[in-house]
């Protein structure tokens, strides 16, 4: 690793005319570049780091640490030390005989014959090789940060992404306004490296669909959720909200346009959350009086910095500086879908089939396969169905085997047959068709429902979710068994008539 020099020192020895000589001696210092380049590996002021593409960009971050300089220096130090001082504040923001160097740069000029000697000795510096030479080593400081940033992380991966590509939030703001948006504050962590280490391992539960942390306070618990939830959405394409639901108290206001990630902040109260994040009680209800209300109560996982006692249906254990409550009988992920539905008001259930945990929503990507026997009346059940699925601007994959007429008759968009490929290839099955076919339209699935699918297709769709099930394995909905393809839950009884049940079923849901 590169050593880059951050300080320079400057003497000019003694200035000024004849007996009236005094030392002049300052420092430049980038210490301010190393921490904004902290910053950004934390996933803070990112857009600011990016932006820095010249050496004479680095001016802005440099400070200069007066030493000695001469009386006329010096009171032009003092009155632009005035000049920077809050008017309701005792808080100045320069530490002592410190100024931004662009500042202390605007203190000489030139007055041809009558220029000072001080003015004279810095403005022949201030271009000068020594002064380039520390320009450029740290600008490429900045550049090794920059090509370094995001290499094994989700989040500043994504931002970096956006940013290169002028797509992120801030890339129509005028440099200055965009280097000032409010980004929330990365404060010293709250808990011990075990917590953290633990909260990693309860986020890529798959189970997990909505996380909630009501301390709110802890800018890294923040910043784990939002790279959690953007490595599900880049996995699968979905919004950021729709691959993991997050939500805090707004005890520290961090930027969701920064990041481009969706955390619902409460001023007070809170969404339910699968993965129920305590940190530290201070000041709001106790955890035992949540748990105990049954419409507040979390789901699989409660993590706290502290112990909270004993709560009914949940297990506890423990580690430095973490306790963590599971539930004893844990709900599955598409009860967490459920549970989190009344918060996601842009999506609505599809299908719902019955029990608790069998609901369809239409944000889920789904690829619904209608095999060749599947009867007509099955068939005109369900186009209506799908086609009011695809109005909302939803994009269920439909493959029809056999008569496509009830769906191109309830209009049906995007409907995919092999019939071209089986013209050409009359001898063989669509294999490769449908794989070509899930390369394209389906790179993520949520879930299938594959109504009298036939064997090679079955087979298709297996080694496909084999090789394709981070985050989460696709939900299965089948009206016959398949050994090839295993179903998670098997529709019985006459379709024509069910389906409908199961589609009023879901508009009239409460969960």
Same mark, same amino acid.
């Given at each position: 690793?590169?050593?880059?020099?951050?300080?320079?020192?400057?003497?000019?020895?003694?200035?000024?005319?004849?007996?009236?000589?005094?030392?002049?001696?300052?420092?430049?210092?980038?210490?301010?570049?190393?921490?904004?380049?902290?910053?950004?590996?934390?996933?803070?002021?990112?857009?600011?780091?990016?932006?820095?593409?010249?050496?004479?960009?680095?001016?802005?971050?440099?400070?200069?640490?007066?030493? *000695?300089?001469?009386?006329?220096?010096?009171?032009?130090?003092?009155?632009?030390? +005035?000049?920077?001082?809050?008017?309701?504040?005792?808080?100045?923001?320069?530490?002592?005989?410190?100024?931004?160097?662009?500042?202390?740069?605007?203190?000489?000029?030139?007055?041809?014959?009558?220029?000072?000697?001080?003015?004279?000795?810095?403005?022949?510096?201030?271009?000068?090789?020594?002064?380039?030479?520390?320009?450029? =080593?740290?600008?490429?400081?900045?550049? *090794?940060?920059?090509?370094?940033?995001?290499?094994?992380?989700?989040?500043?991966?994504?931002?970096?992404? &956006?940013?290169?590509?002028?797509?992120?939030?801030?890339?129509?703001?005028?440099?200055?306004?965009?280097?000032?948006?409010?980004?929330?504050?990365?404060?010293?962590?709250?808990?011990?490296?075990?917590?953290?280490?633990?909260?990693?391992?309860?986020?890529?539960?798959? *189970?997990?669909?909505?996380?909630?942390?009501?301390?709110?306070?802890?800018?890294?618990?923040?910043?784990?959720?939002? &790279?959690?939830?953007?490595?599900?959405?880049?996995? &699968?394409?979905?919004?950021?909200?729709?691959?993991?639901?997050?939500?805090?108290?707004?005890?520290?206001?961090?930027?969701?346009?920064?990041?481009?990630?969706?955390?619902?902040?409460?001023?007070?109260?809170?969404?339910?959350?699968?993965?129920?994040?305590?940190?530290?009680?201070?000041?709001?209800?106790?955890?035992?009086?949540?748990?105990?209300?049954?419409?507040?109560?979390?789901?699989?996982?409660?993590?706290?910095? =502290?112990?909270?006692?004993?709560?009914?249906?949940?297990?506890?254990?423990?580690?430095?500086?973490?306790?963590?409550?599971?539930?004893?009988?844990?709900?599955?992920?598409?009860?967490?879908?459920?549970?989190?539905?009344?918060?996601?008001?842009?999506?609505?259930?599809?299908?719902?089939?019955?029990?608790?945990? =069998?609901?369809?929503?239409?944000?889920?990507? &789904?690829?619904?396969?209608?095999?060749?026997?599947?009867?007509?009346?099955?068939?005109?059940?369900?186009?209506?169905?799908?086609?009011?699925?695809?109005?909302?601007?939803?994009?269920?994959?439909?493959?029809?085997?056999?008569?496509?007429?009830?769906?191109?008759?309830?209009?049906?968009?995007?409907?995919? +047959?092999?019939?071209?490929?089986?013209?050409?290839?009359?001898?063989?099955?669509?294999?490769?068709?449908?794989?070509?076919?899930?390369?394209?339209?389906?790179?993520?699935?949520?879930?299938?429902?594959?109504?009298?699918?036939?064997?090679?297709?079955?087979?298709?769709?297996?080694?496909?979710?084999?090789?394709?099930?981070?985050?989460?394995?696709?939900?299965?909905?089948?009206?016959?068994? +398949?050994?090839?393809?295993?179903?998670?839950?098997?529709?019985?009884?006459?379709?024509?008539?069910?389906?409908?049940?199961?589609?009023?079923?879901?508009?009239?849901?409460?969960?």
């Amino acid at each position: 690793m590169i050593h880059y020099q951050t300080t320079l020192s400057i003497d000019f020895g003694e200035m000024g005319y004849r007996n009236s000589k005094q030392p002049f001696r300052v420092r430049m210092l980038g210490n301010e570049l190393t921490e904004l380049i902290k910053d950004a590996e934390n996933a803070h002021r990112v857009y600011e780091l990016m932006l820095i593409d010249r050496p004479g960009d680095i001016w802005s971050y440099v400070w200069v640490v007066i030493d *000695e300089v001469p009386t006329r220096i010096n009171d032009r130090y003092l009155q632009a030390w +005035q000049d920077a001082k809050p008017q309701y504040s005792d808080d100045h923001p320069w530490p002592l005989n410190h100024i931004p160097f662009n500042l202390f740069d605007e203190f000489f000029f030139w007055g041809w014959d009558d220029t000072d000697p001080e003015d004279e000795a810095w403005l022949s510096h201030r271009d000068s090789t020594t002064m380039k030479a520390f320009a450029d =080593q740290l600008f490429a400081m900045v550049r *090794e940060a920059q090509a370094n940033l995001g290499w094994n992380d989700d989040l500043l991966r994504h931002i970096i992404k &956006t940013i290169r590509a002028g797509k992120h939030p801030y890339s129509y703001l005028d440099r200055r306004i965009a280097n000032k948006q409010f980004e929330g504050q990365r404060n010293t962590p709250l808990y011990t490296p075990d917590f953290y280490k633990t909260l990693k391992g309860l986020l890529r539960d798959p *189970e997990v669909v909505s996380v909630a942390y009501r301390d709110g306070r802890d800018y890294q618990v923040l910043r784990m959720m939002a &790279t959690e939830q953007r490595r599900r959405a880049n996995l &699968t394409g979905h919004e950021p909200g729709d691959a993991l639901y997050l939500s805090t108290l707004a005890n520290n206001k961090i930027s969701n346009a920064a990041w481009n990630s969706e955390i619902c902040l409460f001023e007070e109260g809170l969404a339910h959350g699968d993965l129920h994040i305590e940190g530290i009680n201070e000041s709001h209800k106790n955890l035992s009086e949540l748990v105990n209300e049954g419409w507040k109560k979390p789901g699989r996982y409660i993590l706290s910095a =502290q112990d909270e006692g004993d709560f009914e249906g949940y297990a506890k254990e423990s580690g430095e500086g973490w306790v963590l409550y599971h539930q004893v009988e844990m709900d599955t992920r598409r009860r967490c879908l459920e549970r989190i539905a009344d918060r996601r008001h842009e999506s609505t259930p599809v299908l719902q089939f019955g029990n608790r945990g =069998q609901t369809l929503f239409d944000f889920e990507k &789904t690829l619904v396969f209608v095999g060749v026997s599947v009867n007509y009346s099955t068939r005109m059940a369900l186009a209506p169905v799908i086609a009011e699925w695809q109005l909302k601007g939803s994009n269920p994959v439909l493959v029809v085997l056999g008569d496509a007429g009830p769906f191109e008759l309830a209009g049906c968009r995007k409907l995919h +047959q092999p019939t071209r490929y089986l013209e050409k290839h009359p001898s063989q099955v669509a294999n490769d068709w449908f794989v070509d076919l899930l390369k394209i339209e389906c790179p993520w699935i949520d879930a299938i429902i594959a109504l009298d699918i036939p064997e090679w297709a079955a087979k298709v769709l297996s080694n496909r979710i084999k090789s394709k099930n981070d985050p989460w394995p696709a939900w299965i909905i089948s009206n016959a068994h +398949q050994d090839l393809l295993k179903e998670d839950l098997l529709l019985e009884g006459d379709l024509d008539q069910t389906i409908n049940e199961y589609h009023q079923r879901a508009k009239t849901s409460i969960f």
